[in-house]
């Protein structure tokens, strides 16, 4: 769902076509310029060895790098840097799971951070289908047992209030309007927001949990989650783009089944937050690959 929420591991690797933050835009020219030296003097001061550049990403440039002790790496720049400083922060916090990269070194005044390179770094969608659900369920499992810090200032609620915001301005265009229409985008408010209130359990989430932001990391290691966008709610969030993304393949119902069993969570409330989803998927898949199996079924869930 990267094309939902944010930049996916294109986002914080900058490996991927199809990066969907925000982009690097003509405004940044005199940063880029400045990149090259940039990176050359942040390799003089922490001692690292500066390799390929990865593909551009979403308003970050990242190179390949090797740590002073041999530890492969990436240096990620960005001219962003409050934004930078937010996910040094995040990949902080989720540190004592272990299912995150870890930060080498940072430095929030010159827009940088140096992280672990995730090897071998198979995309999950890319992994043998049969475990991933209870791999998946391991990941949540580590990454919910992180206690929220005091005062997060970012919750569930808050994610969905800028989401359906910022996709639903989508529904203007007549190609999408059309399709996913503003009933169903209206159905998804509310039972978001039945969910919303719903909430028992809440835990610190990764936010942004698709099948791109999880890489493998090794037999020792499992699964290791990128791009975190860090928020307070119900635990099934964490599952749910998983889910959807069985649309067009399995079936998002049989998926759920699956995925919930796996990761012991509450199937009819992973499924509630399935039909939450669905829409923004649609607009998505309307936007990106046009499959159209995958968005016949997300504008089934819709209805």
Same mark, same amino acid.
């Given at each position: ?5 944010g ?36 390799a ?8 390929a ?14 740590? /002073? ?25 989720f ?14 005044e ?17 992994? /043998? ?18 206690? /929220? ?65 999880v ?19 119900? /635990? ?68």
């Open positions: 769902m990267a094309a939902v929420w930049a996916s591991r294109r986002g914080e690797y900058g490996r991927g076509p199809r990066a969907v933050g925000r982009p690097l835009r003509s405004e940044a020219e005199g940063w880029l310029a400045e990149v090259p030296d940039l990176a050359a003097r942040l003089a001061r922490w001692g690292f060895e500066l390799g550049r990865f593909q551009s990403g979403a308003s970050s440039v990242v190179l390949r790098c090797q740590w /002073p002790d041999g530890t492969p790496a990436v240096l990620k720049l960005s001219p962003d840097r409050a934004l930078l400083a937010k996910q040094v922060e995040m990949l902080s916090v540190a004592p799971s272990g299912r995150v990269p870890a930060v080498l070194s940072a430095d929030a010159a827009g940088a951070m140096v992280l672990e390179e995730v090897l071998p770094g198979t995309e999950a969608e890319d992994m /043998p289908q049969t475990s991933l659900p209870q791999q998946w369920g391991e990941l949540l499992a580590a990454l919910h047992s992180v206690a /929220p810090p005091a005062r997060w200032p970012l919750d569930l609620r808050g994610r969905f209030d800028e989401a359906f915001v910022r996709i639903g301005r989508r529904l203007s265009e007549p190609a999408i309007g059309a399709r996913v229409g503003h009933a169903a985008w209206q159905r998804a408010i509310r039972r978001c927001e039945t969910l919303l209130d719903s909430q028992a359990r809440l835990v610190l989430l990764h936010g942004d949990l698709h099948l791109g932001n890489l493998g990391g090794g037999p020792s290691r499992g699964l290791i989650a990128i791009d975190l966008k860090a928020c307070v709610g119900d /635990p099934c969030f964490d599952a749910v783009d998983y889910v959807v993304a069985g649309a067009g393949q399995e079936g998002v119902e049989a998926r759920c089944h699956r995925v919930a069993t796996a990761c012991e969570l509450d199937r009819d409330r992973l499924y509630a937050w399935s039909r939450v989803i669905a829409p923004m998927a649609a607009v998505a898949h309307l936007t990106y690959d046009g499959s159209e199996p995958v968005i016949e079924e997300l504008l089934s869930l819709s209805r």
